[in-house]
T-cell receptor, first 115, second 111 residues
Framework: NAGVTQTPKFRILKIGQSMTLQCTQD?????MYWYRQDPGMGLKLIYY???????DKGEVPNGYNVSRSTTEDFPLRLELAAPSQTSVYFC??????????????FGPGTRLTVT | QKEVEQDPGPLSVPEGAIVSLNCTYS??????FMWYRQYSRKGPELLMY????GNKEDGRFTAQVDKSSKYISLFIRDSQPSDSATYLC???????????FGIGTKLQVIP
């Protein structure tokens, strides 16, 4: 199993450009997440999905969009990139137990700079 | 007040030392507790997972939860330079609630 994979690893965007961060998992997990990690700020949840066709906002969704057409893929779209979106982005997935879902498995991250 | 408080460090220890990493939290509904290790420029990887209060041991690692004090710890015995990383605590209240992460403690083990 490859686990959670993310592409690209690095990207530099100009202000106002758009891009899609790709995330794929091969563990058949129904829950998937997007986080951003900034120095001293910890992981902030952007969006999450509980299954194909179902997505919901996290703590910091502004400026981002997501879709979930398959169990495996959960792309994150940045429209009109701004310097405040300079960050490291992590995708994660988790599976459901009978009492809920908690431990998450993370991808290697995408390091994004907006200038 | 943040839901989860974690000292960012850095914490420097000599090789072979016992390391204690801690988090406090304010939400009494939290009952699932996790520790993640994150190497520089990598994604977090799950180290330990515990439910409710008590201890859990896995090799050189011991996770401890004291719900009465809202305090969790991760102990690393016989620390190695390869343990140098940032350690994030994480917790949630069960069901399908979101996981809340600490900001991470940076640990450096000096050979």
């Amino acid at each position: 199993n490859a686990g959670v994979t993310q592409t690209p690893k690095f990207r530099i965007l100009k202000i106002g450009q758009s891009m899609t961060l790709q995330c794929t998992q091969d563990m058949n997990h129904n829950y998937m997440y997007w986080y951003r990690q900034d120095p001293g700020m910890g992981l902030k949840l952007i969006y999450y999905s509980v299954g194909a066709g179902i997505t919901d906002k996290g703590e910091v969704p502004n400026g981002y969009n997501v879709s979930r057409s398959t169990t495996e893929d959960f792309p994150l779209r940045l429209e009109l990139a701004a310097p405040s979106q300079t960050s490291v982005y992590f995708c994660a997935s988790s599976y459901s137990r009978e009492r809920g879902t908690y431990e998450q498995y993370f991808g290697p991250g995408t390091r994004l700079t907006v200038t | 007040q943040k839901e989860v408080e974690q000292d960012p460090g850095p914490l420097s220890v000599p090789e072979g030392a016992i390391v204690s990493l801690n988090c406090t939290y304010s939400n009494s509904a939290f009952q699932y507790f996790m520790w993640y290790r994150q190497y520089s420029r990598k994604g977090p990887e799950l180290l330990m997972y515990t439910y409710s209060s008590g201890n859990k041991e896995d090799g050189r690692f011991t996770a401890q939860v004291d719900k009465s004090s809202k305090y969790i710890s991760l102990f690393i015995r016989d620390s190695q330079p390869s343990d140098s990383a940032t350690y994030l605590c994480a917790m949630n209240s069960g069901g399908y609630q979101k996981v809340t992460f600490g900001i991470g403690t940076k640990l450096q083990v000096i050979p």
